[in-house]
């Protein structure tokens, strides 16, 4: 019985180093500008893939804001201003 005992407490403890760990992570939040001749989607995973070969655990990006370029009526460049988070180690 006592042994059993055990093993739930080794249970419980390693529970809540995993519960801790997840509570206890710290977040960083970077801005991204990037731009395509597609569109808005295209410029948004460009930033991604780009940003991604420095940092790593990208968790969310938030569109913080959209533009174009209009030249000759006709648009001609889609911009993203991204707002990148990632957990810090």
Do not use: P
Not at 6 to 29: C, D, E, R, T
């Amino acid at each position: 019985m006592f042994h059993l005992h055990k093993n739930i407490i080794k249970s419980l403890y390693l529970h809540v180093l995993i519960f801790k760990k997840i509570i206890m992570a710290v977040m960083k939040v970077i801005e991204i500008l990037a731009n395509s001749e597609k569109s808005w989607e295209d410029a948004t995973r460009k930033a991604i893939k780009q940003a991604s070969k420095s940092v790593k655990g990208i968790k969310s990006a938030f569109v913080q804001s959209q533009s174009v370029v209009v030249n000759d009526d006709e648009v001609t460049e889609f911009r993203v201003n991204l707002k990148v988070t990632f957990e810090v180690n």
